[in-house]
């Protein structure tokens, strides 16, 4: 598609007829309808409509009040995002204990290196401990803690959290809690997560252990965006390193825990710069975007990487040195 679309999103209860009412409203008022998906987990409807709304019958704030009212009947929460809503800039930062992460993102910002053209803002740090405030407090940033003690978390004044600061993306920074649908499936391809080995390898907890006990030698970090799927989502960018003979769980953790600020960090970068999108589970950067991120291999590690012999080609060889009067 090469035109921008307007994306519609509800997320609720699953309802026989839920899917008639939305479309129906929208044909109505002269949207034409490119692209829709839907899923349900754990009780929880989702749909993602992209609609064409450029012969819209109708003014933005009237579509968004008439879908608004028909979330309120049909007890489901619709929300709508138009082409120009897409330059919002406000990051939620979402964190457990670990410094090194989100340390990085706020420092980034600090020096207006968080986006290329410097102008997005962190607006909010939400914990689900309160280990962090003070790391907050130091960059000046409002800290919520929003768990119970035990780390569980208050999804619902979480959500009340990202509406009430406008959050345009979500960056989990070693956020140790899964996120249920009801905060993913509002926020989808718009959550970035880091982990702690190079995805689909050790996805859940304890992937530095995982690593250790399987013996590898080469460990790794992943940014991904985040589906209802744990540690499954869209990868965006990767970082590797070498595992030394008889490396302890806390030597592997050290040299990962840079890389997974610097991963986490272009992640941002890239999602910020709209440089990549999700395309059937996978993500493209887009040729148009020139951003200086890193997806993968360092150009150094891609330049120490043999590239002969390759399967069904012969091996380069020199020519012969000639002799005699030849």
């Given at each position: 598609?090469?035109?921008?679309?307007?994306?519609?999103?509800?997320?609720?209860?699953?309802?026989?007829?839920?899917?008639?009412?939305?479309?129906?409203?929208?044909?109505?008022?002269?949207?034409?309808?490119?692209?829709?998906?839907?899923?349900?987990?754990?009780?929880?409807?989702?749909?993602?409509?992209?609609?064409?709304?450029?012969?819209?019958?109708?003014?933005?704030?009237?579509?968004?009040?008439?879908?608004?009212?028909?979330?309120?009947?049909?007890?489901?929460?619709?929300?709508?995002?138009?082409?120009?809503?897409?330059?919002?800039?406000?990051?939620?930062?979402?964190?457990?204990?670990?410094?090194?992460?989100?340390?990085?993102?706020?420092?980034?910002?600090?020096?207006?290196?968080?986006?290329?053209?410097?102008?997005?803002?962190?607006?909010?740090?939400?914990?689900?401990?309160?280990?962090?405030?003070?790391?907050?407090?130091?960059?000046?940033?409002?800290?919520?803690?929003?768990?119970?003690?035990?780390?569980?978390?208050?999804?619902?004044?979480?959500?009340?959290?990202?509406?009430?600061?406008?959050?345009?993306?979500?960056?989990?920074?070693?956020?140790?809690?899964?996120?249920?649908?009801?905060?993913?499936?509002?926020y989808e391809g718009r959550i970035i997560?880091?982990?702690?080995s190079l995805l689909p390898a050790f996805?859940?907890?304890?992937?530095?252990?995982?690593?250790?006990?399987?013996?590898?030698?080469?460990?790794?970090?992943?940014?991904?965006?985040?589906?209802?799927?744990?540690?499954?989502?869209?990868?965006?960018?990767?970082?590797?390193?070498?595992?030394?003979?008889?490396?302890?769980?806390?030597?592997?953790?050290?040299?990962?825990?840079?890389?997974?600020?610097?991963?986490?960090?272009?992640?941002?970068?890239?999602?910020?710069?709209?440089?990549?999108?999700?395309?059937?589970?996978?993500?493209?950067?887009?040729?148009?975007v020139d951003v200086d991120a890193q997806?993968?291999?360092?150009?150094?590690?891609?330049?120490?990487?043999?590239?002969?012999?390759?399967?069904?080609?012969?091996?380069?060889?020199?020519?012969?040195?000639?002799?005699?009067?030849?």
């Open positions: 598609m090469t035109r921008e679309l307007t994306e519609i999103t509800v997320v609720g209860g699953d309802k026989t007829g839920l899917i008639a009412r939305v479309t129906s409203l929208l044909f109505e008022r002269g949207i034409n309808i490119e692209d829709l998906d839907q899923a349900v987990r754990e009780g929880v409807f989702r749909m993602t409509t992209r609609v064409d709304a450029s012969e819209l019958e109708t003014s933005r704030g009237e579509l968004r009040r008439a879908l608004a009212e028909l979330g309120r009947e049909l007890d489901v929460d619709i929300q709508v995002r138009f082409p120009s809503d897409r330059d919002a800039r406000r990051i939620a930062l979402l964190v457990t204990k670990e410094t090194h992460a989100p340390e990085a993102l706020l420092e980034a910002e600090a020096n207006g290196e968080l986006a290329d053209d410097g102008e997005a803002e962190i607006p909010v740090v939400i914990g689900n401990r309160g280990d962090l405030r003070t790391l907050a407090e130091r960059y000046d940033k409002p800290f919520y803690d929003v768990g119970d003690g035990n780390g569980n978390t208050d999804e619902e004044r979480l959500l009340d959290l990202l509406a009430e600061y406008d959050v345009d993306l979500i960056a989990l920074a070693r956020y140790m809690r899964i996120l249920s649908p009801e905060v993913v499936f509002r997560n880091v982990h702690p996805p859940g907890a304890e992937a530095y252990r995982q690593a250790k006990d399987a013996g590898v030698r080469i460990a790794g970090v992943t940014a991904h965006y985040v589906t209802t799927d744990l540690d499954q989502g869209p990868v965006i960018a990767q970082r590797a390193f070498d595992v030394p003979a008889g490396a302890s769980v806390d030597d592997i953790k050290r040299r990962g825990q840079p890389l997974e600020a610097d991963v986490l960090l272009d992640a941002v970068r890239l999602h910020l710069a709209d440089a990549i999108a999700i395309h059937r589970g996978t993500v493209h950067v887009r040729e148009d997806l993968g291999l360092s150009p150094a590690a891609i330049d120490a990487n043999p590239d002969e012999p390759v399967d069904g080609e012969p091996l380069s060889r020199p020519e012969p040195a000639k002799t005699g009067d030849d």
